[in-house]
């Protein structure tokens, strides 16, 4: 179902133009459902999601299962969250 719809490649989309977008807060606040939406917590399933700061990763529900973590790593969007996680200028996206 999540692959029949765009839903996740618009969550994606949405993850990669951080570095190239105006910081506005609408965007942030977007960017903030979609990692909410996509980040998981870490647990057995996606240990590699323990490279992401806990603060980030409290919500998520695509991210919580190994199939979930398959269209995060099929999307090579990981680094970008990561990034975000580390870099942003805004503190409530940061870990």
């Not at 949405?14 to 965007?27: G, V």
């Not at 240990?47 to 409290?58: A, D, E, G, Y």
Request: contains cysteine; glycine residues 6%.
């Amino acid at each position: 179902m999540l692959d029949e719809s765009e839903h996740f490649l618009r969550f994606c989309d949405t993850i990669r133009e951080h570095a190239d977008r105006e910081l506005d807060p609408d965007y942030i606040a977007q960017l903030k459902s979609v990692l909410w939406a996509v980040v998981s917590r870490v647990g057995p399933a996606n240990p590699i999601l323990l490279l992401i700061p806990r603060s980030c990763c409290s919500q998520g529900h695509i991210g919580a299962t190994e199939n979930g973590l398959v269209f995060i790593e099929d999307e090579y969007i990981l680094a970008d969250i990561v990034e975000i996680a580390c870099t942003s200028p805004v503190y409530s996206l940061r870990g």
